[in-house]
């Protein structure tokens, strides 16, 4: 039972971690981010954070999770989902804190960066499902 905690969250994290790395290769392609431009990306968003992140959230996630669950048990899920979602949308707001950035791709890093902190929501939530079909 206790593998069924630790695989769930780190199925979830990869998970969202693959699919943050392959929609910044996707999101740099299609607008051709290159060169300097891509240098100044990294350095301010380096390629291991895009991989540790989701992984770090989809663990802390489950810890609230089912501490929530077991305090609260009628309304702990839904506090939790509140808050996991809140925290995603307010983390977006960080983007806008990224400085020393290439000036032609400045406004780009929005569109880049903004979608990335929904990943690790969406895939905990999908991965939950499978690991735990029973559960709300």
């Known amino acids: 039972m206790i593998k069924k905690y630790v695989y769930f969250p780190l199925s979830a994290g990869i998970f969202a971690s ?46 609230g999770y089912f501490q929530a669950k077991r305090f609260l048990p ?14 995603s949308i307010f983390t977006c707001f960080g983007i806008f804190t990224v400085y020393d950035l290439h000036e032609e791709i400045i406004y780009t890093i929005y569109g880049y960066a903004m979608p990335m902190h929904f990943f690790p929501f969406l895939s905990w939530v999908t991965f939950k499902t499978l690991f735990f079909p029973d559960q709300k």
């Open 18 to 63: 693959l699919v943050t790395v392959m929609f910044s290769f996707a999101y740099e392609s299609a607008t051709a981010i290159e060169g300097e431009q891509l240098l100044s990306l990294r350095e301010a968003i380096p390629m291991s954070n895009l991989i540790i992140a989701p992984i770090i959230a989809c663990l802390l996630a489950s810890v």
């Open 74 to 87: 009628r309304i702990g899920p839904f506090i939790f989902y509140f808050t996991f979602a809140g925290i």
